[in-house]
């Protein structure tokens, strides 16, 4: 099926599922509520699986590579060469994600979406180029409709190949993407491009202002109330579009989806425009120090499991949550409850 077919088959929540499972966390055997927001989360991913007791493996990492136009106005302090050299480093195993994909237990997949090099055909990774990088979305349309389209229609497809899968954990990489996570996000949330630009990979004060101007210069050069997709052409990142196919696939087939932070929280944004429904498949790996990362949590009513002041990207921030998220599940598939083990509650005593 299209990405663009499942966007009208996102599933509810499975209540029933969820009570379930709040019933059995209610009488494990530990004072209720004392895991706090581990025994919530438990509960929301029964509802997600339509399992009451689930399990999230195999655990998938999906890292989508993609250039933006816009970095050659100077929104960030790496160049542009980057994306394709850590391309080669996620396959040579030499990244963050390479070591803390192995420790957490799961399989690392990239898929170059749009970078602005060409990798041999031989290369381990999934190749779905749409286009050589996006254009400067700061003065003309990031890329055509129907590569959006494609953008998207790649991520789907990933994810879709990997099936089954338990959670699907959301990574990216392209020099240049925070601005452009800006930019949607200033967009469809209808707020100052300057309370949602940061840092990115490192810019001092002075670069945060000239790339929150590039910023706005993007957002105000777009009409009011565009349909998501159309916003996401004309201010994408292909490795965004990508992001929100797979999530949109994700959620299409009752997978949670673990987010990384402020870009691939974006794509989860993007994916619930585009997909409404999508966004009770998201949960937050960790909070990012980005300023815009927390406004769109907010929007998305999502609170991070983790704040380490983490802002690499590659989906590592998530990839540190998964054993959190394996830790919910497992305990209320394996701990027992009061009657399994013969122990008295607070109400017997």
Not at 215 to 238: D, F, K, M, S
Request: aromatic fraction near 4%; charged fraction near 15%; glycine fraction near 10%.
């Amino acid at each position: 099926m299209s990405v663009l077919e499942l966007l009208h088959t996102i599933p509810s929540p499975d209540t029933d599922a969820a009570q379930k499972a709040q019933l059995r966390q209610d009488r494990l055997t530990k004072p209720t509520g004392s895991l706090g927001r581990l025994e919530d989360l438990s509960v929301r991913i029964a509802g997600m699986t339509g399992r009451p007791i689930p399990t999230i493996d195999p655990v998938v990492i999906f890292v989508f590579a993609a250039d933006h136009g816009v970095a050659a106005r100077g929104v960030s302090a790496y160049p542009a060469e980057v994306t394709p050299q850590m391309v080669l480093n996620y396959v040579r195993g030499g990244a963050v994600i390479n070591t803390l994909a192995r420790l957490a237990g799961a399989k690392l997949c990239v898929a170059d979406v749009g970078v602005a090099a060409d990798f041999p055909s031989e290369l381990p990774i999934t190749h779905c180029k749409v286009r050589r990088g996006t254009a400067d979305w700061s003065r003309q349309p990031a890329m055509k409709l129907e590569e959006a389209v494609a953008a998207m229609q790649a991520g789907c497809d990933m994810f879709q190949v990997e099936m089954p899968v338990g959670l699907a954990v959301m990574g990216e990489m392209g020099i240049g993407n925070t601005a452009t996570a800006a930019a949607l996000v200033s967009y469809l949330l209808g707020v100052d491009p300057a309370l949602v630009t940061g840092r990115g990979t490192g810019l001092d004060p002075a670069g945060i202002a000239a790339k929150a101007a590039v910023v706005r210069e993007g957002v105000e050069r777009l009409p009011t109330e565009l349909p998501p997709l159309h916003v996401l052409a004309e201010l994408g990142g292909l490795e965004i579009a990508a992001m929100a196919g797979a999530i949109i696939a994700a959620a299409s087939a009752r997978v949670p989806v673990l987010l990384d932070g402020f870009i691939s929280t974006c794509a989860g944004l993007v994916a619930s425009r585009l997909a409404p429904g999508t966004e009770h498949y998201l949960i937050s790996g960790h909070r990012s120090p980005e300023s815009g990362h927390t406004v769109v949590l907010e929007a998305l009513g999502l609170s991070p499991l983790l704040d380490l002041e983490m802002r690499l990207g590659e989906g590592s921030g998530a990839a540190l949550a998964v054993p959190l998220v394996r830790a919910s599940v497992d305990v209320l598939a394996h701990v027992a409850t009061f009657d399994e083990a013969g122990v008295s509650d607070s109400h017997g005593l």
